[in-house]
């Protein structure tokens, strides 16, 4: 059993930062595909980026690319999302998620675990 816990959420303006952390036990955080999803309110939970269990290769939607940089400390065990020129439209209750898979985490059908969530809220 895997368990993920975020951390790092926040109230923030728009243009400033935030750095998300999701702490990764039971197993070791690289032997999993793991990512950020996120749910705005009334929507559907979406992919914001991920990593590959193997060689660490990244992967972003369009809307955060450039703006977003997900990194994996393996000392930790331990993955994070910085987040950076952030925008009211990235409100949302972001997850953590791994997955038992060789294929980069980029939709929820491959997500075998989830964390709790830790909220976003930006302001105009």
């Known amino acids: 059993q895997v368990q993920l816990v975020e951390s790092g959420g926040g109230l923030v303006q728009a243009g400033g930062s935030l750095r998300l952390s999701c702490a990764v036990s039971g197993r070791t955080a690289s032997t999993y595909a793991v990512g950020w999803f996120r749910q705005a309110p009334g929507k559907e939970r979406e992919f914001v980026a991920a990593?590959?269990?193997?060689?660490?290769?990244?992967y972003y939607t369009d809307s955060v690319k450039g703006r977003c940089t997900i990194s994996r400390d393996n000392a930790k065990n331990t993955v994070y999302l910085q987040m950076n020129s952030l925008k009211p439209e990235d409100t949302a209750v972001y997850y953590c998620a791994a997955g038992n898979t060789g294929m980069p985490l980029r939709t929820t059908r491959r997500v075998d675990y989830w964390g709790q969530g830790t909220q976003v809220t930006v302001s105009s």
């Open positions: 990593i590959s269990r193997s060689i660490g290769t990244t």
